[in-house]
C-alpha cells in the first residue's frame, strides 16, 4: 500500500523514505525503481520489467495487478513461436536522474531483457520531467545474430497501458470516434461473432450498446496515422470519490519511427490504451528481423490528465493533443539522448520546406518524405529509414521541422487527383534549412469520360463508409461496425449495376466489392451467397456519342483501390495452396476481356472486415483499343473470381474483396502522360 501527503511543492513516500520537493526523485531497492514527481508516481517491478503501479494525485490509473493487467509493458510478436513479453528472462535495469538543458529535472528507467533462444534484445525507456504528468517513451528492437542471419518477421511491436479498474468508463479514438466502454453485464452475456468483435445485443441497456453500437470490436476504434493525435481512456467520475474526471492518452507527439507513412492504420484503444509501434493488422508490411537491426522507436508521450467533475471528455483528450508536435520537448530530448541508443538529436536534423504548383482542383494535399525509391507504404525495407509527413496548404506550401538528414523519396498526393507526385533523391541536410520547389501535373491519358467516387485514398465515400449510423446517439461511420449489418444482399438483391450520370456512389455502390456474401464469420447471414455472378460481378453503364471515341488511339481505364484482400490476408506471405494468392481482377468492356490484373499476394490487406477503408493503396491502369467502346449505351463489368475464397485460421471470412477509391475512363488520340518537373 502506498501512502502520500500532498502539498504543493512536496510528495512523501513513506513506503520508500524518500522527500523530494519540487523535482523529480528516481529511487530504487531490490524489487522495483520508481521515477516520481509531485503529481505522477510511476513504479516499474524488476520480476516482470512491467510498469505496475501508476497514480495521478494520488488516483491509481492501472488499479490492482491480476496476470496481465493492471500494469503498463512492452511486448513482440518477434520469436519463432510468436508473443514474447520481455522483463522476467534476464532483465538488467538502469536508472538515471538529471537536469536537462532547460534546467528542469528528470529521471528514467531503462529495462532491458534479452530472448535467449534466438537472442533478441527489446528495451523499453521511460522519461519523467518535473512539471509533467506523463512520462516519455522509447521502446528498442535489437537483433545480433551471425548464426541465424535471418529470424521472421516483426509482427508486432508495441507498448500497452493495460489497467485493472472500474474508474474507467469511455474509449476515444479522435475528436469524432468515442463510446462507453461495455458494461461488465455486457462482456459477461457477449457472444463472439468475428475474431476479436462480440455481440452485445443481449445487454440493450448497456451505454454502450445504446449509444453507439450492438457490437463492439477493437477495430471499431482504428484510426489512419494521417492527421491522428492522441488516443486513450476517460474516467468520468462515477466511481471516484470526488467525481472528478481522469484520463489516459497516448500522444504520437513524432511520427517518423513508424512504418507505413500516413496511410498507415492500427487499433488504438479498446480497454487497452496501445502504442502499436509494428503491426500488420491492415495488411501494411513488416520489416524483417534480419542480423545487425537495431531500431529505437519514439519518443512517445504517455500523458495523464486531471479535471474537476462535469469535466467533459473532449477536453481531456484535447488537453493530450496539444502535445501532438515533434517541437515540444525537442531540447528535452536533446538532453537525454546520452541515455536513449540511436536517437538524433538537433544537430542531425533541419526544417525541410516545400513550396509546389498543384494541379487544378487539388484539395487537402499532403507531402511525404519517406524511404528513397520505394513507394512510402513499404518503407519498412530499410530500418534505418525515417518518414515525415506535412499537410500542403492552399498556396502550396508545407513545412515539416526535424527532418534527418538523408534521402528521401518525395510524394504529394491530394483529394480529387488521380495519381501521385513522385520525385527520388530529396537530399535533407543537417542545419540548414532545405527548401524544394516542384511542378505538379495530374497525370492524363486522355479526354476523361467519366470518372466515379473521389480519389482520396478511401473507400469512404461509398454506401456504408463515412456515412454516419443515424440509429445510435454516437452515430458512429458506418464502416466501424460489424461489417455483416450491412448486408449485401439485401442492399443490392440484383447486384450492383451503376449508370453514369444517374446513379450516386453514396447509395449505388457498396463500400466493399466482395466475391461471396455470408458463411465464415458473419453471424447474421450464416449461409455463403454466390448469386449468378450479381455478387462478384459489377457492371457500369454508361453513354458515348462516336465522336467520343471513334479513330482515337487508345482508352484507358484507371482502377484505384483503397485496399485489397487476396487469400494471403494481412500476412503478405505466398502460399501455393490457395489458389487466390495472388488475385486475378479482370475489367471486361462490353462483352471483351481485357487482360486480368493480377493482384500480388504481398499487396493483400484485411481491411473491411477489420473496420477500414484506408488500406494498403494500389492503382492499375487497364488499356484497350477504342474500338471496343460503340455509340449509344456502354457496359464495364468489374469482376473478382466467382466465390473465391480462403482457409481463415482465426474467425475473419473467406472471401476475397477489393474496395474502391476511384474509377476513370479517358480515351486519347495519342499516348501523352502526365509528367512532373522539379528544381
Known amino acids: 500500500m502506498l501512502s502520500r501527503f500532498f502539498s504543493s511543492s512536496c510528495l512523501i513516500l513513506l513506503s520508500l523514505s524518500r522527500i523530494a520537493c519540487a523535482k523529480v ?33 494520488g488516483q491509481n490509473l492501472l488499479g490492482t495487478r491480476s496476470g496481465s493487467t493492471g500494469v503498463f509493458n512492452l511486448d513482440c510478436y518477434c520469436i519463432p513461436s510468436g508473443f514474447w513479453t520481455p522483463g522476467s528472462t534476464q532483465p538488467t535495469y538502469e536508472l538515471y536522474a538529471g537536469t536537462d538543458s532547460t534546467g528542469t529535472s528528470y529521471a528514467g528507467i531503462r529495462m532491458s531483457d534479452t530472448y535467449t533462444p534466438t537472442g ?40 500497452l497501458f493495460r489497467p485493472n479498474s472500474n474508474i474507467w468508463t469511455h474509449l476515444a479514438t479522435n475528436g469524432r470516434q468515442y463510446a462507453p466502454l461495455p458494461g461488465a453485464e ?39 496515422w494521417r492527421s491522428h493525435d492522441a488516443h486513450g481512456m476517460y474516467a468520468d467520475g462515477s466511481q ?104 538524433v538529436t538537433s544537430k542531425q536534423r533541419t526544417t525541410w520546406n516545400l513550396q509546389v504548383d498543384l494541379p487544378k482542383n487539388a484539395k487537402n494535399a499532403i507531402a511525404v518524405l519517406a524511404q528513397n525509391r520505394v513507394d512510402f507504404q513499404d518503407n519498412v525495407l530499410d530500418t534505418k529509414a525515417y518518414q515525415y509527413w506535412a499537410e500542403v496548404d492552399e498556396k502550396g506550401h508545407a513545412s515539416i521541422p526535424r527532418v534527418k538528414a538523408g534521402t528521401y523519396r518525395l510524394t504529394i498526393y491530394a483529394d480529387d487527383i488521380f495519381g501521385q507526385y513522385i520525385q527520388d533523391d530529396i537530399t535533407v541536410r543537417a542545419g540548414k534549412v532545405d527548401t524544394i520547389r516542384v511542378k505538379w501535373v495530374e497525370e492524363s491519358q486522355g479526354v476523361e469520360i467519366f470518372r466515379i467516387g473521389t480519389p482520396d485514398k478511401s473507400s469512404g465515400e461509398y454506401r456504408h463508409g463515412y456515412e454516419p449510423d443515424l440509429t445510435h446517439p454516437r452515430q458512429p461511420e458506418q464502416y466501424r461496425i460489424y461489417w455483416p449489418v450491412h448486408d449485401f444482399v439485401n442492399d443490392f438483391p440484383e447486384g450492383v449495376t451503376f449508370k453514369v450520370g444517374e446513379s450516386d456512389v453514396a447509395k449505388d455502390l457498396n463500400y466493399v466489392h466482395w466475391s461471396v456474401f455470408g458463411g465464415y464469420a458473419n453471424s447474421l447471414r450464416t449461409e455463403a451467397y454466390y448469386g449468378d455472378g450479381n455478387v462478384n460481378n459489377w457492371t457500369i453503364v454508361f453513354d458515348l456519342e462516336k465522336s467520343q471515341f471513334y479513330q482515337k488511339r487508345q482508352a484507358t481505364f484507371t482502377v484505384q483501390l483503397a485496399g485489397a484482400k487476396t487469400a494471403a490476408g494481412n500476412t503478405d506471405v505466398y502460399n501455393a495452396s490457395e489458389p487466390y494468392a495472388n488475385l486475378p481482377y479482370t475489367v471486361n468492356v462490353n462483352g471483351e476481356d481485357l487482360a486480368p490484373w493480377v493482384i500480388p499476394y504481398y499487396h ?73 518537373r522539379a528544381t
Open 25 to 57: 526523485v528516481a529511487t530504487e531497492n531490490g524489487t522495483a525503481l520508481v521515477i516520481q514527481n509531485d503529481r505522477l508516481f510511476t513504479r516499474v517491478d524488476k520480476a516482470s520489467g512491467a510498469m505496475d503501479a501508476i497514480y495521478l494525485d
Open 120 to 159: 533478441q534484445v527489446l528495451e523499453q525507456y521511460w522519461f519523467l520531467r518535473d512539471g509533467e504528468t506523463g512520462f516519455h517513451t522509447f521502446s528498442r528492437f535489437t537483433y545480433y545474430n551471425e548464426t541465424t542471419p535471418f529470424l521472421r518477421n516483426l509482427q508486432e511491436f508495441r507498448t
Open 186 to 224: 455486457a462482456v459477461k452475456n457477449e457472444v463472439v461473432v468475428q475474431d476479436a468483435t462480440w455481440y452485445l445485443g443481449n445487454t440493450p441497456d448497456d451505454l454502450y450498446v445504446q449509444e453507439e453500437a450492438d457490437y463492439f470490436t477493437k477495430y471499431t476504434f482504428q484510426d489512419t
Open 240 to 343: 471516484i470519490a470526488d467525481n472528478s474526471t481522469f484520463g489516459a492518452w497516448m500522444v504520437m507527439n513524432t511520427r517518423e519511427t513508424y512504418f507505413g507513412g500516413p496511410l498507415h492504420s492500427d487499433l488504438t484503444v479498446d480497454g487497452i490504451v496501445y502504442n502499436y509501434i509494428v503491426s500488420n493488422h491492415h495488411g501494411d508490411g513488416t520489416p524483417n528481423i534480419t542480423n545487425g537491426f537495431d531500431r529505437t522507436f519514439g519518443p512517445h508521450f504517455y500523458y495523464f490528465n486531471h479535471f474537476p467533475a462535469g469535466t467533459d471528455l473532449q477536453v481531456l483528450r484535447e488537453d493530450a493533443a496539444k502535445f501532438a508536435d515533434p517541437v515540444w520537448n525537442a531540447d528535452f530530448y536533446d538532453s537525454i539522448a546520452k541515455h536513449v541508443p540511436n536517437f
Open 604 to 676: 493483400s490487406s484485411s481491411c473491411a472486415v477489420r473496420s477500414a477503408v484506408i488500406c494498403y493503396n494500389i492503382a492499375n491502369k487497364f488499356t484497350f483499343d477504342p474500338a471496343l467502346l460503340k455509340e449509344g449505351e456502354n457496359r464495364i463489368v468489374l469482376s473478382l473470381p466467382y466465390n473465391a475464397t480462403d482457409y481463415e485460421s482465426a474467425v475473419l471470412p473467406g472471401t476475397v474483396y477489393v474496395q474502391y477509391d476511384a474509377l476513370r475512363l479517358e480515351v486519347s488520340s495519342g499516348t501523352k502522360h502526365g509528367y512532373k
